[in-house]
C-alpha cells in the first residue's frame, strides 16, 4: 500500500468521523430547540393548577399576596419555576407537593400549555 | 390593629404564628372581643394585608425601573425567555417575589443583586409599575 492509498483512506475516514459528529450535534441542537412540551397533554395536566391559578384575583394566604396569573407567561421560565419547586430550591409548599409529582416532562406539557393560554396580542 | 397583634403573637409561636393569629382574630379569641369587634377583626386582618400593599406609584416605578428593563423589557415584556414577563402580574406578587428575592428565602443571583438596594417604597413603587403595564398575562382560563 503507498502512501497516497493511506491517506486517502485517512481522508475518508476522517470525513464520515467529522460528518457523524456534525450530524449528532445537529440533532441535538434541534432537540433541544424542539423540546417544547405538548400543550394539549399540558391542557389535562394542568387541571389540578387551576385550583388556584384559575381562580382571578386568589389570594395566597399567610404572607398574603395574590396568586400569580401564569397564563401567558414564559414557558421557559415556568419550566425552571417548577423544576425550582420540585428541588426544593425555591419554597412555596403548596407549589413543593405539587411539582414534587411531576416528571420532567409533565412540567414542559404543563409550562407550555400556559404559555399558550395568554391573551391575544391588542 | 391586626399588623400590632401579629407582632405580638409572631415572636412567639415563630411562622405558624400568622395561621393561629389570623385564627385567634377571627374567633375573637385573642382578648375575650365582642363579636362585632371580632368582625371587624376579621375584616381588618383579611382586607388591609392587600390593601396596604397597594399603594406603590406606578409613575415613580417607571423611573425606578430603569435597570429591570434590561432583562424584562422596557414595557415588562421580557425579550428573552428564561426571564418572566412582569406586565400585568398582580402588584401584590411582584411585591412578594421582590421581598423574597431581597431576603434571601428565594434566591437568584441576578436578582438578589438588585433586590438587596430596594427600599419597601421602591418595591411598591416598582410592582404598581409593572402591574399597570398591559401584557399577555392573565388568569388561565379553565379549558
Known amino acids: 500500500m503507498n502512501l497516497i492509498a493511506v491517506r486517502r483512506r ?9 460528518l457523524c459528529l456534525g450530524a ?6 434541534m432537540a433541544s430547540a424542539f423540546a417544547a412540551g405538548d400543550a394539549d397533554a399540558g391542557a389535562v395536566k394542568a ?50 407537593s405539587n411539582a414534587n409529582l411531576l416528571t420532567d416532562q409533565d412540567i414542559e406539557d404543563i409550562s407550555a400549555w400556559f404559555a399558550a393560554q395568554g391573551k391575544a396580542a391588542p | ?12 409561636f415563630g411562622r405558624s404564628a400568622n ?12 382578648s375575650g372581643t365582642p363579636t362585632v369587634l371580632a368582625g371587624a377583626l376579621a375584616i381588618a386582618v383579611t382586607v388591609f394585608p392587600i390593601a396596604a400593599e397597594a399603594s406603590g406609584d406606578a409613575a415613580a416605578g417607571k423611573e425606578k425601573a430603569a435597570t429591570c ?19 400585568g402580574q398582580y402588584e401584590s406578587y411582584l ?3 421582590l421581598k423574597s428575592y431581597r431576603d434571601g428565602s428565594r434566591q437568584n443571583a441576578i436578582m438578589a443583586g438588585f433586590a438587596t438596594a430596594l427600599s419597601d ?20 382560563p379553565r379549558p
Open chain 2, 95 to 97: 411585591a412578594q417575589a
Open chain 1, 47 to 96: 387541571y389540578t393548577c387551576l385550583g388556584c391559578h384559575g381562580v382571578e384575583h386568589y389570594v395566597n394566604s399567610y404572607p398574603t399576596f395574590h396568586v400569580p396569573r401564569i397564563a401567558g407567561q414564559n414557558a421557559e421560565y415556568l419550566i425552571a419555576a417548577l423544576k425550582a419547586y420540585r428541588s426544593k430550591e425555591r419554597s412555596h409548599q403548596t407549589m413543593q
Open chain 1, 24 to 29: 449528532s450535534s445537529l440533532s441535538g441542537g
Open chain 2, 69 to 87: 428593563t434590561a432583562c424584562h423589557g422596557a414595557d415588562g415584556i421580557s425579550t428573552a425567555p428564561n426571564f418572566p414577563i412582569l406586565a
Open chain 2, 121 to 140: 417604597e421602591d418595591i411598591a413603587d416598582l410592582s404598581a409599575w409593572f402591574a399597570s403595564q398591559p401584557g399577555p398575562l392573565q388568569t388561565a
Open chain 1, 10 to 18: 485517512l481522508v475518508r475516514s476522517l470525513t464520515v468521523v467529522l
Open chain 2, 1 to 12: 390593629m391586626s399588623r400590632f397583634i401579629m407582632t405580638l403573637v409572631q415572636p412567639a
Open chain 2, 19 to 30: 395561621r393561629f393569629g389570623g385564627y385567634f382574630c377571627r374567633r375573637g379569641v385573642l
